[in-house]
């Protein structure tokens, strides 16, 4: 790359929500010059694009627009459909922050010669005095913390990384100052959390929209006796204890999906609580990595950080240890680790115990 990046010019993702209309209000603010970036995976028509449109309208800010459908649905729906055809739990967010988000906001900051981008994210940057290194920090807003859905990104990403919204504590301070700047979005509700994904309801965006099958297998207990029929392994994940539509006697959970032989298990609650969980394509956002030493670590979003260490096998897996048992670790799921507030990386759950 041959031309000067000024480090006065960033560009935001742009989503027409409160949280990337409030970062573009506070980076112009720092004396930012800011253009918003819209990544398209949904259709150009649809009232997320109006909105940014209108915020970068107000802001009178440039709006890039990049069509990404194709790459989403290459990247981030295919993978979606094939974690839940094999009995797994998918991280579409993480999936997308690497491979779609971020890269288009690299590209077009290179276009424009921006030094940095941004999102609005509630995460926190820092570099490493040591070794120069750039690293996500969980921010104030512990409540809204979104580090663990970007422990994909390396140093590419987060040396030229802003993220406005990391010293906020609550949602109402975002949106009191779009409304104080009288932003027709102040009042927008947040997004669902899959955003391609009507309503959450997953299965029947698999079933009618993507064409999979739900097929019917059996339950078995955890010694492998059969004891009822399932409605198909895309409406169960690890650790549910409803919607079995058969009764017990006594409460139940699923304890494990087997996607070949078309099976679930079910087990007790004491069953789901695991050790040891084994992770795979695992990510550093640095050159440490850890092992050994002792670090915190959360096996889904909204877990809380516990005690553990890590270490390698020799085939690449991660093994990590915690020191109190983790309830329901879910294949496919993402296990991400922290020194102190410090996201140092992390792996998609392969299995536990």
């Excluded at 980076?27 to 449109?53: H, I, M, P």
């Excluded at 512990?142 to 422990?151: A, G, H, T």
């Excluded at 494990?256 to 992770?279: C, D, P, Q």
Aim: a neutral charge; hydrophobic letters at 35%.
């Amino acid at each position: 790359m041959n031309r000067i990046l000024s480090k006065k010019k960033v560009v935001l993702g742009m989503s027409g929500g409160v949280d990337s209309t409030a970062s573009a209000v506070i980076l112009k603010e720092k004396g930012y010059d800011v253009t918003g970036l819209y990544f398209d995976v949904l259709g150009k028509n649809s009232d997320s694009y109006q909105a940014a449109e209108k915020a970068a309208e107000i802001l009178d800010i440039p709006l890039i627009y990049k069509d990404k459908t194709s790459d989403f649905k290459t990247s981030v729906i295919s993978y979606f459909y094939n974690e839940y055809a094999a009995g797994r739990t998918p991280n579409p967010c993480v999936v997308c922050n690497k491979a779609i988000k971020f890269r288009v906001l690299l590209d077009a900051a290179d276009e424009i010669g921006a030094y940095h981008i941004a999102t609005g994210h509630y995460a926190h940057t820092e570099t490493d005095a040591a070794t120069g290194e750039a690293f996500i920090k969980r921010p104030q807003n512990r409540k809204k913390e979104q580090s663990y859905v970007l422990w994909r990104l390396g140093q590419e990403e987060l040396s030229r990384v802003l993220f406005p919204l990391n010293t906020f504590e609550s949602k109402d301070e975002i949106r009191e100052i779009l409304r104080s700047k009288g932003f027709p979005n102040s009042e927008k509700k947040d997004s669902q959390e899959i955003c391609f994904v009507e309503n959450n309801d997953y299965v029947s965006f698999l079933t009618e929209k993507m064409g999979m099958r739900a097929q019917k297998g059996i339950f078995t207990d955890t010694q492998g006796n059969r004891i009822g029929e399932h409605s198909g392994i895309i409406n169960y994940t690890i650790g549910q204890r409803k919607g079995f539509g058969v009764t017990f006697g006594k409460p139940v959970y699923v304890t494990g999906i087997n996607a070949s032989e078309n099976k679930v298990v079910l087990g007790s609650n004491e069953e789901l609580h695991k050790t040891r969980v084994f992770s795979v394509n695992n990510s550093f956002c640095g050159t440490d990595r850890y092992y050994g030493k002792n670090l915190k670590a959360k096996i889904r979003y909204a877990a809380p950080l516990s005690e553990c260490t890590i270490c390698e096998t020799e085939s690449g897996t991660i093994v990590t240890e915690f020191t109190v048992p983790q309830r329901a670790p879910a294949p496919g799921q993402s296990i991400v680790w922290y020194d102190d507030d410090r996201l140092i990386g992390g792996g998609f759950i392969e299995s536990a115990e």
